[in-house]
């Protein structure tokens, strides 16, 4: 198993233009990534950014293990989530010119008046009616454990289900079911025949009285981010359950941590190596 980072580790930086896409790039080849995941939300001018990244990218050797998306399909709005099927589409494309094979697609956001089962039904409108594209171009979808609408493994399990073609499967972020009452110890046993991409992301409690920069969950939890295998998520548990399936995707870190955000992805993708060692 590879182990590449997700441009999302940096976003503080791309968000406040520190840095771009060809920095972010810059920094993987910098901490000896393997791979990396790139987003279609951190393009600021495609047209011209596109030619460069392709250039840094023969330059370092970096492969793109994955390109991300970020549709909506909980969305009331009809034309909304038409432009999101179009939105995955394009997804589908750059991930056939980055030779990535996977691209990582959400379910849904959680919003006052949307009830999960109506989300449902419009989540796999949406996933179906781009799965022949993707089946056409060659690429799988992985579906992330993202938010508080479609976080939990079993609903993640029936949604897959649902759609019912091999071209989608589970983008398993082992931070993310924290926020949704589940444990990522839990949901691997219920995804793990279905996943087709990982993000290390950790959490661990906030402190008493914290005000920074958080995570409110379903039921009141609260969480901080930190550097994957310093918080809650057991890697040791997730590396060895994926191992003994036969697992041989890619394996990104998505820090989201209180610490500097070059720092915390490096040291993640250093614990992320040393699990892997002992395995």
């Given amino acids: 198993m590879k182990c590449a980072i997700s441009m999302w580790s940096l976003h503080k930086y791309y968000f406040d233009k520190t840095i771009n896409v060809v920095d972010f790039l810059d920094y ?21 950014e596109l030619p460069q990244v392709e250039a840094k990218l023969k330059e370092t050797g970096l492969p793109v293990a994955c390109y991300s998306t970020g549709n909506n399909f909980a969305n009331p709005d009809a034309e909304a989530r038409q432009a999101d099927i179009q939105r995955m589409r394009q ?13 990582r697609v959400f379910a849904g956001d959680l919003a006052e008046g949307v009830a999960y089962e109506q989300a449902r039904t419009w989540i796999v409108e949406g996933l179906k009616s781009v799965v022949p594209y993707a089946e056409e171009k060659g690429i ?21 289900q649902s759609v019912g073609s091999d071209v989608l499967g ?5 931070g993310n079911f924290l926020l949704v009452e ?19 992301k950790d ?17 009141g939890t ?18 060895g359950r994926l191992q003994q399936h036969g697992y041989d995707g890619w394996l990104a870190v998505e820090f989201e941590g209180l610490e500097e955000p070059r720092e915390g992805t490096k040291e993640s993708l250093q614990n992320l ?7």
């Fill in 182 to 200: 589940d444990t990522p110890e839990a949901a691997i046993e219920i995804l793990l025949p279905y996943v087709y991409h990982v993000h290390f």
């Fill in 140 to 160: 799988r979808l992985a579906l992330e454990n993202h938010g508080l609408m479609a976080g939990k493994g079993q609903q993640v399990k029936e949604l897959i």
């Fill in 28 to 48: 993987a080849a910098e901490i000896k990534a393997d791979g990396v995941e790139l987003l279609d939300v951190f393009w600021r001018d495609i047209e011209s």
């Fill in 222 to 239: 609260h969480l901080v981010g930190t550097i994957a295998g310093e918080g809650m998520v057991d890697l040791e548990v997730i590396l």
């Fill in 273 to 279: 190596r040393t699990v892997l060692a002992k395995l």
């Fill in 91 to 103: 997804a589908i494309d750059m991930a056939v010119r980055f030779g990535a094979p996977v691209v």
């Fill in 203 to 219: 959490f661990r409690p906030a402190p008493e009285d914290f005000d920074g920069p958080s995570y409110k969950g379903l039921g």
């Fill in 170 to 174: 589970s983008t398993f972020d082992c």
